[in-house]
């Protein structure tokens, strides 16, 4: 079985930064395209970035310039360092991973259980 754990979340003030890291692991063959996504109270969750394996990056106009997303394959891990942050950043952050399985034929994509992250003063 495939896990992913989010870590790094918490609570920063306007203009603070925070690094968050989704660590996944398990039987897993290759990964393929990785995200963040974000959930902020009373809205729909959204897209913040998406990379894929060889480094290719996409942002959401609401955190261009501000976010960036990275990963490390030798460790199955992604980050998503977050400065300059506002409080229209505060969201629950969610991991997400396309991930080929050791012995499955297609890939299936995964979801980190969230970290919160709160801007404020």
């Known amino acids: 079985q495939v896990q992913l754990v989010e870590s790094g979340g918490g609570l920063v003030q306007p203009g603070g930064s925070l690094r968050l890291s989704c660590a996944a692991s398990?039987?897993?063959?290759?990964?393929?395209?990785m995200g963040w996504y974000r959930q902020a109270p009373g809205k729909q969750r959204e897209l913040v970035a998406t990379?894929?394996?060889?480094?290719?990056?996409n942002y959401a106009d609401s955190v261009k310039g501000r976010f960036t997303i990275s990963r490390d394959n030798a460790k199955n891990t992604l980050y998503l360092q977050m400065n300059s942050l506002k409080p229209e950043d505060t969201a629950v952050y969610y991991c997400?991973?396309?991930?080929?399985?050791?012995?499955?034929?297609?890939?299936?994509?995964?979801w980190g259980q969230g970290t919160q992250v709160t801007v404020s003063s």
């Open positions: 990379i894929t394996r060889r480094g290719s990056t």
């Open positions: 997400n991973a396309d991930i080929l399985r050791i012995g499955i034929s297609s890939s299936y994509y995964y």
């Open positions: 398990g039987s897993i063959f290759s990964i393929n395209a």
